[in-house]
């Protein structure tokens, strides 16, 4: 599933966390790439453990945390803190999948899902779409500011180059508590059906049911 998340940092947070990036020092984004993505990655990187990226790192995440659609969509257990990167004229990513297996402070981490969010206005660059292909084809993904993209760390995807202007975006991984794609879209769907079915007709007896239904099938799948 392929699911944008709007609106999770607000202009002004957007504005502040773009102004802190112009002023840092990055590095070449290889230093995080395994060895095959590192032969097709050509952007830059604020380095993992640099104090800036921590401080906009912690930002994001609590932003992501307080997203009603982003937790009922990723079901997360863990987000890994947040990086940036840098595309500037002529840098691109190339086609691939992102490593399984994520190390930070707090442990391992298995990459079920990625997490795009741009920081960057669409405007400011040409080119830079993130091109993420599933089993319906492949969808360019260019988002307002303070916008961002979920998708599953099992797909293959790119960066365009950029022709034009320079694209600033943070990134993460998450491990869901519901591992399989299908399972999680499941539970997302119902979830959305039921809120839409209690905002209709809260009393209806029906929201009780198949509220019950949604957390016994968490219940099952959920892995901590
Ligand atoms: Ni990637």
Request: aromatic share 8%; hydrophobic share 45%; net charge negative.
């Amino acid at each position: 599933m392929l699911l944008e998340i709007p609106a999770v940092l607000s202009p002004a947070q957007v504005s502040d966390v773009r102004a802190r990036l112009a002023a840092a020092e990055w590095i070449d984004g290889r230093a995080t790439a395994g060895p095959q993505s590192a032969r097709v990655k050509d952007n830059q990187q604020l380095p993992e453990d640099h104090p800036l990226a921590r401080d906009l790192g912690r930002l994001i995440v609590d932003a992501l945390q307080q997203q009603p659609l982003f937790v009922a969509a990723a079901l997360p257990l863990k987000i890994f803190p947040p990086l940036f990167n840098r595309y500037a004229e002529g840098h691109a990513f190339g086609n691939h999948v992102d490593n399984a297996i994520r190390y930070a402070s707090g442990g391992a981490l298995r990459t079920d899902l990625s997490l795009t969010l741009f920081i960057s206005e669409p405007a400011d660059y040409n080119g830079g779409e993130l091109m993420v292909e599933d089993t319906y084809g492949v969808h360019a993904v260019k988002l307002p500011a303070g916008h961002a993209i979920l998708y599953p760390s099992t797909s293959l995807h790119h960066v365009r180059p950029v022709t034009r202007g320079c694209r600033v975006a943070s990134f993460s991984w998450i491990q869901s508590m519901v591992r399989s794609d299908a399972d999680r879209a499941l539970i997302f769907d119902l979830d959305t059906a039921i809120q839409r079915l209690a905002g209709e007709a809260p009393h209806h007896p029906a929201v009780v049911s198949l509220t019950g239904v949604y957390h016994n099938l968490l219940r099952r799948w959920a892995e901590m």
